[in-house]
């Protein structure tokens, strides 16, 4: 059984791996591109939900009376900004990965765990019961010591 395992490893040795053609390269590479996401979106986001909130805290309520509606002009007391405030926070985990005992650049050797979160903040208007909601990814990589003795 030993020396069977021996000769496997001799053949096994003398194997060598094929280079990948150009053409794959250029399929693989073809395919693999929209998976990639610019980091920009996630800073995007925030941006984009800030300016939501300043077109609602800056839209106009009055109506234009049109043909077919009577012209009523009706007026209505409004304070000039509308309040929200945060009425909920949500931090949900939808990936975790124990990356087990690795060795950092100083030498120190830690277990290691990424989680990935997605936290969700949302804000309501008391007077008009309007609401808002953002939703940000976030990665956390926790690092404890380890200490073999």
């Known amino acids: 059984m030993d020396e069977e395992l021996q000769q496997l490893e001799a053949e096994l040795k003398q194997l060598c791996p094929r280079t990948v053609s150009p053409d794959l390269r250029q ?5 693999l591109e929209p998976l990639v996401r610019p980091r920009w979106v996630w800073t995007a986001l925030p941006i984009a939900a800030a300016l939501a909130l300043l ?16 012209a009523v002009v009706q007026t209505t007391t409004r304070p000039t900004a509308e309040v929200y405030r945060p009425v909920s926070v949500e931090n949900v985990l939808y990936a975790s990965e124990d990356e087990g005992i690795v060795t950092l650049e100083n ?10 979160y997605v936290d969700t903040v949302t ?5 008009t019961n309007a609401s808002l909601r953002w939703s940000v990814p976030r990665e956390e990589v926790r690092v404890v010591p380890v200490y073999f003795q």
């Open 107 to 116: 030498g120190a050797r830690v277990h290691r765990v990424r989680e990935a």
């Open 27 to 31: 399929r693989l590479a073809r395919e």
């Open 55 to 70: 077109l609602t805290l800056n839209r106009s309520d009055h109506e234009v009376p049109t043909a077919a509606a009577p």
């Open 123 to 127: 804000w309501r208007n008391p007077q």
